[in-house]
């Protein structure tokens, strides 16, 4: 059995893309907090509507609600997963040991880039909300503009990828981000990619880490 797989990395790191290639090669399933609570934003649920406010702002949306969320959309005795975007803190870090991995294998891997890059490219960021492919305007725009090349659905600018919230995001990634690395380290769990280099190239690397 592969390892469970803990993606962490600021917003716009790479982490969905690698998620995406991960999937269609190893057969991982995915799990990103980020794209369930959205879910249920998008529902219109008591849930949605009490935490699109946070989201909008770029904020965390409180711990229990989150691993709630995590547990009700993950079977761990049975499947292998993509954890992305979760933990984001030292104390969601515990929990998904304690509450949800519960001693299951894991390797946790961090996109180490220079935050500023990001912004760029968090700003001009598109995503086709159900065939999951993400562009950029810059380095890799749609063939026809606002449209996905795969499925034709419009592309959406997510409402959190404004500068002011990405900065926002941004802030919060690097208060508590040292905590989270030091976790993993410790339980010698931690490996680290340079997220700047290609994609491919990210790509090999998480392979190598997890078939050996
Ligand atoms: P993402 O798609 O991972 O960039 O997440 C989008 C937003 O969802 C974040 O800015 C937070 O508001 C919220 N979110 C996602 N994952 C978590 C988490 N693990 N803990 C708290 N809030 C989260």
New binding site residues.
């Given amino acids: 059995m592969r390892p469970q797989l803990i993606l962490i990395g600021a917003?716009g790191s790479g982490?969905?893309t690698q998620a995406k290639k991960l999937i269609s090669e190893f057969g991982y399933n995915h799990v990103?907090?980020?794209?369930l609570?959205?879910a249920e934003i998008q529902k219109g649920s008591d849930l949605g509507e009490r935490?699109k406010s946070?989201?909008d702002?770029?904020?965390?949306?409180?711990?229990q609600t989150?691993l709630d969320l995590l547990n009700a959309n993950c079977d761990i005795a049975n499947s292998t997963y993509i954890f992305?975007?979760?933990?984001?803190?030292l104390e969601?870090s515990r929990a998904l040991d304690s509450e949800v991995l519960k001693g299951a294998s894991s390797k946790a891997i961090y996109f180490d880039v220079d935050l500023e890059i990001l912004v760029e490219r968090i700003v001009n960021r598109r995503v086709a909300m159900k065939s999951g492919e993400i562009y950029n305007l810059i380095t890799r725009p749609p063939k026809t503009p606002g449209k996905c090349d795969v499925s034709g659905e419009d592309l959406v600018h997510r409402k959190?990828d404004t500068e002011e919230t990405v900065r926002n995001?941004m802030n919060?990634f690097i208060e508590n981000v040292e905590p989270v690395l030091a976790y993993y380290e410790q339980s010698g769990r931690l490996y680290r990619v340079k997220a700047s280099e290609s994609s491919t190239e990210v790509f090999e690397k998480i392979k190598n880490l997890i078939t050996k």
């Avoid at 990103?32 to 794209?35: A, I, M, Q």
């Avoid at 702002?57 to 711990?63: K, P, Q, T």
């Avoid at 992305?84 to 803190?89: E, F």
């Fill in positions: 917003p982490k969905g990103s907090t980020g794209d609570l959205r935490v946070i989201l702002a770029g904020n965390l949306v409180d711990d989150v992305d975007g979760y933990p984001r803190n969601q959190d995001r919060v």
